[in-house]
């Protein structure tokens, strides 16, 4: 019988010795062996002994396990951080003389790696739009790596991932999704194609603003280099940010149930507010993406953008919440907004944000588990000062 999402992600390995009901923290650095033959599989991927943190902890595989079985993947790795993640995926699966085709909308650190950094390193970047991606076979025929994201940041835009992955197959590429925005409750690229999905698992899956962490889901034989790259580079999370994403988990299905319906109210709400001049989210049917957002998530997500008469106004609005707190962060159960061009997106140039349709008056809003009613009420409240 398979169990549902929550089952699974309550219920992970159980720990026989003690019985207890939360897996334990194994706050070790190393494991020690009976005999010197134990070390025999020091350097084997899956090996069933626990020999160096670095390399594997019973509490990171008990957190590792949950995620694959959310996201569908045969196997989960976990990260320091969602860029370590995205980072160390690329240096194992691209080398010197690489081409990566990538779309221009992407997280500024994602970004900021394809711009400043992956051509330190010989990687040739081409940088494409929403069309130029349909039809990256024809684009870019050399590309060894399609990455992309969808929701994407800050606009929530949606790009149809089977039209990606068809485009992709035709030249062979590995097709690398962000899924941060959507989390595996919302959207499940494995299914639907993508080779490697990779998680800011800071965001939903942490759930609690209080640990950085990513994961990379995917096949066994997929994630095998990137599994010699984790222990080369060694990004790994401590056990105890291990323990805290078990936590998170169990609630992880109830907490976006709770996002997705409270940002889909809150959305309505302002779309009639006489202030806000456009509403972006995936679930309102005004929005371009609706239809692609309707045949690839399941649910909508809590993440949401609006646009104001200018920056001025979106400063006014942030600086009169009483309840949202204005960071640059998202995915918590705190309701969070940020102005993308201060942010997110302050490293862009007045060209680049106009090409990525980025508005100075645009907020980006994360909302968060308060009660609905009270947030549609701050909202409303604080755009009195817009
Ligand atoms: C979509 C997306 N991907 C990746 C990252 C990077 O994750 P982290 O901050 O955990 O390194 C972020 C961070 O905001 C993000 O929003």
Redesign the pocket.
């Known amino acids: 019988m398979t169990h549902g999402k929550t089952t699974r992600a309550i219920h992970g390995m159980r720990e026989d010795h003690n019985r207890p009901v939360t897996y334990p923290v194994y706050q070790t650095a190393a494991f020690w062996v009976e005999s010197s033959d134990g070390f025999a599989h020091v350097n084997d991927y899956n090996a069933e002994e626990y020999f160096y943190s670095r390399y594997d902890n019973p509490t990171l595989r008990n957190v590792s396990q949950k995620l694959a079985g959310l996201e569908q993947a045969e196997e989960c790795l976990l990260f320091a951080?969602?860029?370590?993640a995205?980072t160390t995926v690329m240096m194992a699966c691209l080398r010197a003389g690489d081409t990566v085709a990538t779309s221009s909308a992407l997280?500024g650190?994602?970004l900021a790696f394809f711009r400043d950094w992956a051509p330190r390193y010989g990687i040739n970047v081409c940088w494409l739009d929403e069309d130029q991606l349909y039809q990256v076979d024809q684009v870019v025929p050399t590309a060894k790596v399609v990455y992309f994201?969808t929701p994407v940041?800050p606009r929530c835009d949606v790009l149809s991932i089977r039209r990606v992955v068809a485009a992709a197959r035709k030249i062979n590429a590995l097709v690398i999704k962000?899924n941060?925005?959507a989390s595996p409750i919302n959207q499940m690229p494995l299914a639907l194609g993508v080779d490697i999905s990779i998680h800011?698992?800071?965001?939903y899956l942490g759930g609690h603003s209080d640990v950085?962490?990513?994961a990379v889901m995917g096949s066994r034989e997929r994630l095998a280099p990137i599994f010699s790259a984790r222990k080369v580079f060694g990004g790994i999370p401590s056990p105890h940010d291990a323990f805290l994403l078990d936590r998170s988990l169990k609630t992880l299905e109830i907490r976006m149930a709770q996002h997705n319906g409270s940002a889909l109210a809150l959305a309505q709400a302002l779309e009639a507010h006489p202030k806000v001049k456009q509403v972006l989210y995936p679930g309102l049917e005004s929005f371009p993406g609706h239809a692609i957002a309707r045949e690839q998530m399941t649910g909508f997500g809590g993440m949401l953008c609006i646009e104001v008469a200018s920056l001025e106004a979106a400063k006014a609005v942030c600086d009169h919440l009483q309840i949202a707190l204005n960071v640059a962060?998202?995915g918590g159960p705190e309701t969070m907004v940020s102005i993308p061009v201060l942010t997110?997106h302050s490293m862009l140039t007045p060209e680049q944000l106009q090409q990525a349709r980025i508005a100075p008056g645009m907020v980006r809003i994360s909302v968060g588990l308060e009660n609905t009613e009270d947030l549609i009420a701050d909202f409303q409240q604080a755009l009195t000062y817009a």
């Not at 800011?200 to 965001?203: E, H, V």
Request: aromatic share 8%; glycine share 14%.
């Open positions: 951080s969602g860029m370590t995205i997280y650190g994602t994201e940041n962000d941060t925005f800011s698992a800071t965001k950085t962490a990513g962060h998202l997110s």
